[in-house]
């Protein structure tokens, strides 16, 4: 008989994964380079980003990002956080069975020990 384990907890659901479209939102507004787009957060929401910054942004997902670039970021493209990010849901895999112990196995047979006669005493 398989007795589930008393304290399992199942496996959490793998967590959404993000997919930044920087690149694309920018090429939908005309927006080609980091320089131009570097040039435009300035103007358009006061944010002054390093070259390199901005090129990463461009070429690069973020690892983590700051609210208020994200921000700059809509407002210099005139467009939403939506319109930058898009969260997919992984593909879910199939659930494991669940846990069972094994019915415990008999004890092995006893091996009978083969009696020697006792020689006569010489």
Known sequence: ????????????????????????????????????????????????????????L??????????????ALCAALDCTPGDLLTLREPVASPAPPPRTTPDPAPPPPQQSVPRHRSLPPL
């Open 58 to 71: 461009f070429t690069k997902q973020p690892s983590q990002l700051k609210l208020s670039t994200l921000a």
């Open 1 to 56: 008989m398989t007795t589930p384990e008393p304290h399992a907890i199942a496996p959490a659901a793998p967590p959404p994964q993000v997919e930044w479209k920087l690149r694309m939102a920018a090429a939908q507004r005309g927006i080609w380079t980091g320089t131009e787009l570097r040039r435009l957060l300035a103007e358009r929401a006061g944010l002054e980003l390093s070259p390199a910054s901005v090129s990463t």
